[in-house]
């Protein structure tokens, strides 16, 4: 009963890792290719993520083996790192390319015209 649910966590976290891998490739700006780049892997990562901290829960409980915990604690302090790094180098790269003078596809109005 447990693989498959590990099997859907890791069946969804592969899917929106995929869906972020196509929407980079076919999106046709930089900010629309950022916004599938960090929202879809992240989300595609917390779920792989979940799944081995679900598989760790799994094998801990019988052997109660320091080493399970270990590797859902770290699999847990990855899940952290990503949700709070991942924004933010969404933000400098688009703050970045903003500042160089990309202008968002198909943009008629531009409210940030002259405030960067």
Known sequence: MIEYVITVF???????NFLASVGILRFPDVYTRI??????????????????????IYNWLPTHDPRWVTIGIHSALVVIF??????????????????SGIRPYGAVIDELEGRL
């Open 82 to 99: 990503l949700v709070l790094t991942n924004p933010v180098g969404a933000h400098a790269i688009g703050r970045a390319a903003r500042k």
């Open 35 to 56: 916004h599938a780049a960090t929202k879809c892997t992240t989300f595609g990562t917390i779920f792989i993520v979940l799944a081995t901290v679900v598989y760790s």
């Open 10 to 16: 890791l069946a969804i976290g592969v899917i929106f």
